[in-house]
């Protein structure tokens, strides 16, 4: 029989596999739409995936910056089970929106090649940006050993981050990026299975988090137990 912690051990890996297979019944269940018909479901589940990433972001700057005010080391393992979990995503969210573009957006009025366009769009190139300096972050993570700075790091990406973005949505120079199809739909089963697959989808993100800060966690302590045991002298 499988004992406390074991059992308490399954309830993530059992969230993050739900939160999956919530998010892709959510997506294949999301209707077609005139004009780009099914094809609408890859830009739909490329937003819900970046509505969830940005909030991972945010709470990683929080984490960070709490780990910073308090010094508990907990924080600081959340805040990087974030960083390892926020940053790949976005990576794939990326992939995804590059996909979305040049399978939905309109390229006709443009003598030039569709990836010259696409790339040429504020949000994309936003999308890019960010993609770089994530991974940029990840390598620090590899570099640095000090979590101070590397908690400085995280909010100080954070930041770009949101800053990059709001450039992107506000400033000048938007090019074929569309406006929200579900926030602009009167049809509330549209924008019930969008926020199925934000739900489902921060449901699996958290969970994931939760691992790897658990496996963190267990790491430190395996190591802390090792040197203790290497301190201990040896009978003679």
Same mark, same amino acid.
């Given at each position: ?7 308490t051990?399954?309830i ?7 939160? @999956? ?6 997506t ?6 005139e004009?780009? !018909?099914? +094809? =609408?479901? /890859? ?8 509505w969830? #990433? /940005? ?16 010094? %508990?080391?907990?924080?600081? %393992?959340?805040?990087?089970?974030? %960083? ?10 990326? =992939? ?6 040049? #399978?939905? $957006? ?18 994309l ?8 300096a ?14 101070? $700075? ?6 100080g ?12 949505i506000l ?7 569309p406006?929200?199809? =579900?926030? #602009? ?5 549209? +924008?019930? @299975? ?28 395996? !190591?802390a137990?090792?040197?203790? %045991? ?7």
């Amino acid at each position: 029989m499988a004992s406390s912690a074991q059992r308490t051990g399954l309830i993530a890996p059992v969230l993050l596999s739900c939160g @999956l297979a919530g998010a892709a019944v959510c997506t294949f269940t999301f209707p077609a739409v005139e004009g780009l !018909g099914t +094809k =609408v479901r /890859l830009p739909v589940f490329h937003g819900a995936m970046t509505w969830v #990433n /940005l909030a991972a972001f945010t709470m990683l700057a929080v984490a960070a910056a709490t780990y910073l005010i308090t010094t %508990r080391g907990r924080l600081y %393992r959340f805040a990087e089970a974030l %960083r390892w979990i926020s940053v790949p995503l976005w990576v794939v969210g990326s =992939v995804l929106g590059y996909l979305a573009a040049m #399978n939905t $957006w309109d390229f006709s009025g443009s003598s030039a090649s569709p990836m010259e366009v696409a790339m040429a769009d504020p949000r994309l190139t936003a999308q890019f940006w960010i993609m770089l300096a994530g991974l940029a972050v990840i390598a620090l993570g590899f570099l640095i050993d000090d979590e101070r $700075w590397l908690a400085g790091i995280d909010i100080g990406f954070v930041g770009f981050t949101w800053a990059v973005l709001m450039r992107a949505i506000l400033g000048p120079g938007r090019a074929l990026h569309p406006d929200s199809p =579900v926030m #602009n739909s009167d049809e509330i089963g549209i +924008k019930l @299975l969008f926020f199925g697959i934000v739900i489902s989808l921060g449901i699996a993100a958290l969970a994931g988090v939760v691992m790897v800060a658990r496996r963190r966690s267990a790491s430190d302590a395996d !190591g802390a137990a090792g040197i203790e %045991r290497a301190a201990v002298p040896a009978d003679t």
